[in-house]
């Protein structure tokens, strides 16, 4: 738990600092300085505990796709969280100082500490996909810190860039995790790093690593992905001291290290690793050379050094990781004081510029003598702990064989890098506190920051200086410890110590240093053959291709979405060709084994009636009345069909419903305009039936292709349950109220949805009506004809009598709630047909939303009944009763869900009907009048 | 039988998929509710096609499958709701854009 501790802090921290920002500024960082420096001690404490073992908490979060809350504690996790949390609090009080009054100082630290809170997460998680959640977050917060000043323009590109690249990284490393995870079978850090040799020989093995490196690549800067970096450096420098130096930039390398038993010790990681490193090392070194801005500098240099450590971890050996973790720790430490340093010059200079900043050493002696033990240190100069990495850097670099006779590669350009970071540091040294005097500064005179803002770069230059001379006496332990987590074996013999001995990496290191020297002083010569080069201005070409991208989804999106209906549709109907198509492909043939009937004379006629009434209905469509009768014929038809197949039911539903939808499109079609353009080009009319008749074709095939074959049914179960659990002898009305209630419950609910929603979209409108036909003649005034209604008052009784019986014997015989409601609904109808909707209204007082609302009710009470009886959700119960006069007869619950299922059918019906007879209305009574 | 019958739902599909693609909404609902006729007679097809063998049960020996029966009465009712629904949607866009064309505006000729 612990461990949850030490992560959970930092979150917890911003609510302090927010709490206690209300006192002022120095409470706000003292309230975010708890948390990490609490943090510090529990770690601190946890060290003892684990004793070079790992120590692991598990939590099942979602066991089924392999993601725990698996949190572990090695050597080298408590590297990076010990960096994190010791240069964290550091920079909180930096930041304290650097930060002006009107700038919003909790938002940064609230910024600040979700951002170290992701960090502990990356390095401590024991699950892969844990850490690559916090991975992401670690984006996230750099991109909110980046963007701090959202004022700024460059900002808030720079804020995009880091975005789009760290994130693009972090798909790709979600990718490689999981290729590694399907290799392996678990996502445990634990048993993946045992898993090496598995890994290794598999054959997708290639590709996570690749996916992998891309992952570490582009959070660690690595070329050709160096190119955020030096724009994240519009963040405020406290922000490019701890992510872009000291912690997130570090992550790749961290994962390097990680995952280094389980991916490590293969030709392609030696080669993509090393190669990507050595690229970056020297393009790094080169490029902060040339630089104006200090930021920039240091930026191109963390580039380099980035690079150096990649390339370290690339020559895959247990003294390079040894290397490789230690040059982390000292290029944490002086590259974290050397931004604060350079934001201490920015704080009280106003410039970063290199060629306004000149002798400030007469003006902030002591900033001058910090930044200078930072740079010497950065440079790689004795007695400092840059030079104990470096030397072995070089020692290592001399070793791998992987190249052949061209080995010597490497160790030349490793030095030809060093020259250009000792050159580059002596920039830094020399340009800005010496070479004469300072030009046109902003700020004039400078003079020494605050006190407390000297302090956290006081204390990394003192531990620039103690690792430098005293390494087996400060660092050694925790280095050990951390390279034997991170080899996950035992680690080599290897000795800190400042003197080695006359040996060949000691001569590199001086050419290193002469070389440095000797390219600082050519460097005018140099910078005129710099700036004569073409200039690469990556942000352009990253915004270029961000604008390609956004351009290329336009295009796309406006070739499928052009505002045609018939466009989309035609899509999509095609793309369901082409699956049916795709899905019937195997079959051998579309003739299956049963052998054909022979059709009698009704089902020839029914037929032959669809056929004709089909192809009227397409080619009459302009004439809309005509075709809405052809129409008609076709519904009453497939009624028909229902019945001759053995389906009443069905047949009865489709009775009702074709003359509820008849009677629905005659009463839209009146304020429909009359004439049908035809517009349709020939090309059109053309890709219309090639799809239309493409479809038929399939639909044809695949029901030919159904029914000549045998098939397994679940019906029998039905059949054999119906009578004995449900209590019915209508089996599909025991189905729809009993077996599928659920799915009913569902339907019916849909259904009043439906109706409400034609409700609202029919509440206050009003179109005029036409005032006369096609036929140019007026239309009758006499709007309720005197035999419809005399006949439909005889018929209402009669019709709801109907209802009724259809609706009670429902459950035994063709019929129920479905059927009865749609029969009631006609027979209402008729009745505003036949006198007009005012005087049906004046006998109708009941509200169609209540009746709706009321049988949904019903109906799902009546399923949670069966609760009260400790019986899942719409367990019917049902019995038989002896009734006086009747006889015995059955009662079922299910006949209250029936009931539910008519209301809802009734309601919904009349609310949709009822309320479009009103849109004419009142324009018609007007015309009238 | 069978080669009737399907051929009798290939041409119902293709010419409510004609009629779907027309440009005025009219045609459209027409179309659609074609459609919805083929669709429910083809999942119907689905349990097979039987004569004479209503699934209740006591009233004759054999039964047709009686789960696409309760499959297609629901689709009807909603099919029903469905298309008031769009004629409903189409008679709120008429008022407002004063064209029944499916994309709300006249075409340019």
């Known amino acids: 738990m612990a461990l949850l501790l030490i992560i959970l802090l930092p979150f917890l921290g911003i609510g302090l600092s927010r709490w206690w920002g209300r006192r002022g500024r120095s409470a706000c960082a003292l309230g975010a300085a708890c948390a990490p420096a609490v943090a510090l001690c529990v770690l601190l404490g946890q060290w003892g505990s684990f004793e070079e073992q790992t120590y692991v908490t598990h939590l099942p979060w979602l066991p089924q796709l392999g993601l725990n809350l698996a949190l572990r504690l090695d050597g080298l996790s408590l590297l990076f969280g010990l960096l994190i949390l010791g240069i964290g609090l550091l920079v909180i009080l930096y930041a304290r100082y650097y930060l002006s009054e009107h700038e919003s100082i909790e938002r940064f630290f609230a910024f600040f500490l979700m951002f170290m809170g992701a960090m502990l997460g990356v390095v401590l998680s024991e699950n892969l996909l844990l850490m690559l959640m916090f991975w992401e977050l670690t984006s996230l917060s750099s991109f909110l810190l980046i963007g701090f000043w959202s004022h700024n323009q460059e900002a808030r590109r720079g804020a995009r860039m880091a975005l789009a690249v760290t994130g693009g990284g972090g798909l790709a490393l979600l990718a490689g995790i999981l290729l590694i995870g399907h290799i392996v079978g678990s996502f445990e850090l634990s048993v993946v790093l045992q898993s090496g040799d598995l890994i290794r020989a598999h054959s997708l093995y290639p590709l996570a690593l690749i996916f992998v490196l891309l992952g570490v690549f582009t959070k660690s800067a690595q070329f050709p992905f160096h190119f955020w970096l030096p724009r994240a450096m519009a963040a405020p420098t406290p922000v490019s001291a701890f992510l872009h130096s000291a912690t997130m930039v570090k992550a790749g390398v961290f994962l390097l290290a990680r995952l280094y038993p389980a991916l490590a010790q293969s030709e392609i990681w030696f080669y993509l690793v090393s190669l990507t490193g050595l690229i970056t090392l020297l393009i790094g070194a080169l490029l902060a050379f040339f630089q104006h801005d200090l930021k920039g500098l240091l930026a191109y240099s963390t580039i380099s050094h980035l690079g150096l450590i990649t390339l370290l971890f690339g020559l895959d050996s247990s003294m390079g990781n040894v290397a490789a973790l230690f040059h982390i720790i000292n290029h944490a430490t002086f590259k974290a004081s050397l931004f604060m340093a350079a934001g201490i010059i920015d704080h009280e200079t106003g410039t970063r510029d290199m060629r306004q900043l000149r002798g400030l050493w007469r003006y902030m002696p002591h900033t001058a003598a910090l930044a200078m033990v930072a740079s010497l240190a950065m440079a790689g100069v004795p007695l400092l702990n840059g030079f104990l990495s470096k030397e072995m850097f070089f020692a290592e670099t001399l070793t791998q064989d992987l190249l052949g006779s061209f080995f010597w590669v490497i160790p030349v350009l490793a030095t030809m890098a060093g020259a250009f970071s000792v050159a580059y540091s002596l920039r830094f040294v020399h340009d800005v506190f010496f070479n ?145 198509i795709v899905a019937t492909a195997p079959l051998k043939s579309w003739v299956g084994s049963i052998p054909h009937t022979t059709p009698d004379a009704p089902m020839i006629l029914g037929m032959l009636i669809l056929i004709a009434t089909s192809l009227g209905a397409a080619v009459l469509h302009r004439r809309r009345l005509v075709a809405l009768s052809v129409l008609g014929v076709t519904g009453l038809t497939v009624s028909l069909t229902f019945l001759y197949f053995s389906a009443p039911d069905l047949a009865l539903t489709q009775l009702v419903v074709e003359v509820v939808t008849i009677i629905l499109i005659i009463l839209a079609i009146f304020f429909m305009p009359y004439e049908v353009p035809a517009e349709s080009t020939s090309l059109r009319r053309l890709r219309d039936w090639v799809v239309a008749i493409g479809s038929g074709v399939m639909m044809s095939l695949l029901v030919y292709a159904v029914l000549t074959r045998p098939y397994d049914s679940i019906a029998p179960f039905f059949l054999e349950n119906s009578l004995v ?77 109907i209802s009724a019986f259809v609706f009670v014997r429902g459950h035994n015989l063709p019929g129920g709630g479905f059927i009865a409601g749609l029969i009631t609904a006609a027979a209402l109808i008729l009745q505003f047909i036949a006198h007009g909707v005012d005087w049906t209204q004046k006998r109708q007082s009941i509200s169609y939303h209540a009746i709706t609302g009321f049988g949904l009710l019903l109906a799902t009470l009546t399923g949670l009944g069966s609760w009260l009886f400790g019986q899942p959700f719409l367990t019917t119960a049902f019995g038989h009763f002896h009734w006086p006069w009747v006889g015995e007869f059955e009662l079922a619950t299910a006949i209250l869900f029936d009931l539910g299922v008519y209301l809802v059918v009734v309601g919904s019906t009349l609310l949709s009907l009822s309320n479009l007879s009103h849109v004419g209305q009142d324009e018609l009574a007007k015309e009238i009048q | 039988m069978e080669i009737l019958f399907a051929i009798t739902l290939g041409i119902m599909t293709a010419c409510g998929v004609y009629l779907v693609l027309r440009a005025r909404i009219f045609s459209v609902v027409l179309g659609l509710t074609l459609l919805s006729y083929a669709v429910n007679l083809f999942i119907f097809s689905m349990g097979r096609l039987t004569s004479g063998a209503p699934a209740v049960i006591g009233s004759v020996a054999e039964h047709a499958d009686p789960l696409p029966q309760a499959l297609v009465l629901t689709a009807i009712v909603i099919g029903f709701a469905m298309t008031a629904f769009v004629l409903v949607l189409a008679l709120r866009n008429l008022k407002l854009s004063n064209t029944d064309h499916v994309d709300s505006q006249e075409p340019t000729p």
């Open chain 1, 725 to 801: 659990g449900g209590g019915g002898t209508n089996v599909v009305n025991v189905i729809l109220v009993d077996f599928r209630g659920f799915d009913t419950l569902g339907e019916i609910t849909v259904l009043a949805i439906a109706g409400l929603g034609i409700y609202g979209l029919l509440y206050g409108l009003h179109l005029a009506p036409p005032t006369k036909d096609y036929g140019g003649r007026s239309w009758s005034s006499d709007s309720h004809p005197m035999i419809l209604d005399v006949v439909s008052r005889m018929l209402m009784p009669l019709a709801l009598l």
């Open chain 1, 436 to 580: 004469g005097r300072t030009i046109d500064l902003p700020k004039y005179p400078p003079h020494e920051p605050p006190r407390y803002m000297r302090i956290p770069v006081e204390v990394l230059a003192l531990l620039c200086l103690l690792v430098g001379i005293l390494p087996a006496y400060t660092v050694a332990p925790l280095l050990a410890t951390a390279a034997q987590a991170s080899l996950n074996t035992v680690i080599p013999e290897y000795s800190l110590a400042i003197w080695h001995g006359f040996n060949l990496p000691l001569l590199m290191s001086l050419l290193a240093l002469l070389g440095g020297l000797v390219i600082y002083f050519l460097r005018n010569v140099l910078f005129t053959w710099f700036y004569g080069l073409p200039r690469l201005e990556t942000t352009q070409i990253f915004e270029q291709c961000i604008k390609s991208v956004v351009e290329t989804a336009t295009w796309v999106n406006q070739r499928l979405e052009n505002g045609s209906l018939q466009r989309y549709l035609s899509i999509v109907l095609v793309s369901m060709l082409v699956v049916v």
